[in-house]
């Protein structure tokens, strides 16, 4: 079956009257800007379900934006919180981005590489900034912190997609197959154990040292990126599910079979 009619079934883009010659020019056009090696596996790696309801927003159809609101007018609030730290704030900020995507084409920027929640947190998190700039006109140097400390913290997403990927970049062979194998596979240690040849316990442990090997790696990365200790240690403790890096198709780039020598 060809993958863009495979990947069109699994969108419920057609709920929305999106129909198939549009997805796949949809498809095509975002692999073609952002380029691929592989490009069945970057078309599967992409949050196809959120981008049909993106499109289907942004072409005005009023069942797309029916469940863009049951799914997201909640948490838009809750992120906006997040934000500005403030309930009135926050309230304006969550309606004036709803009210500026409503009836827009704006979410046709949504590429489907990361989680459109993800997405929309940076709208809010860019409008933020430039609301702060330009009521406070930088004229003081808290007003100059409290910017770069909103920057920092609200770009979070962007930054560390791009240092975990840095850090699952330099993984060995054998590290990527134990990931992949726990992670992705959903396979046991013991499992694990049996098709590397080592005792359980062994995968155990080295799965501790990997995983923290690759925290320290990332925090690394995320200072070389700018972001101070504190604010990387903050960085690295929101859900996994917001971050937008596609650790499967990182983790798929090397070999997983063959790994690492016996213990």
């Known amino acids: 079956m060809d993958l863009i009619v495979e990947l069109y079934g699994k969108s419920d883009a057609s709920a929305f009257g999106i129909e198939i010659n549009h997805f796949r020019q949809v498809l095509e056009s975002i692999v073609y800007r952002y380029g691929s090696t592989n490009r069945s596996h970057f078309l599967q790696s992409l949050k196809i379900e959120?981008?049909?309801?993106?499109?289907?927003?942004?072409l005005g159809n009023q069942a797309a934006w029916e469940r863009f609101a049951a799914r997201y007018g909640g948490r838009l609030q809750t992120m906006a919180l997040s934000i500005t730290r403030e309930?009135?704030?926050?309230?304006?900020l969550a309606g004036s981005v709803y009210a500026d995507l409503f009836g827009s084409r704006k979410l046709l920027s949504y590429s489907g590489r990361g989680s459109l929640e993800g997405w929309l947190r940076a709208v809010m998190t860019r409008e933020h900034v430039d609301?702060?700039?330009?009521?406070?006109?930088l004229t003081n140097l808290d007003s100059e912190v409290e910017l770069r400390a909103v920057s920092e913290r609200y770009s979070a997403d962007e930054r560390l997609a791009a240092a975990v990927d840095?850090?699952?970049c330099i993984l060995k062979s054998d590290e990527r197959f134990l990931l992949a194998s726990y992670y992705l596979d959903g396979r046991t240690l013991a499992e694990i154990g049996r098709a590397v040849q080592v005792h359980e316990s062994t995968v155990s442990?080295?799965?501790?040292k990997l995983v923290v090997r690759l925290r320290k790696q990332t925090i690394r990365e995320l200072q070389r990126l700018g972001v101070t200790g504190s604010a990387a240690e903050e960085m690295l403790g929101s859900d996994v599910r917001d971050i937008e890096v596609d650790v499967g198709r990182r983790l798929m780039?090397?070999?997983?079979?063959?790994?690492?020598a016996r213990e």
């Open 50 to 58: 959120d981008l049909a309801l993106a499109q289907g927003c942004a």
């Open 166 to 168: 840095a850090a699952l």
């Open 131 to 137: 609301r702060l700039r330009a009521s406070r006109r």
């Open 205 to 208: 442990r080295r799965m501790e």
């Open 253 to 260: 780039q090397a070999p997983t079979s063959g790994s690492g």
């Open 87 to 92: 309930e009135s704030s926050a309230r304006d």
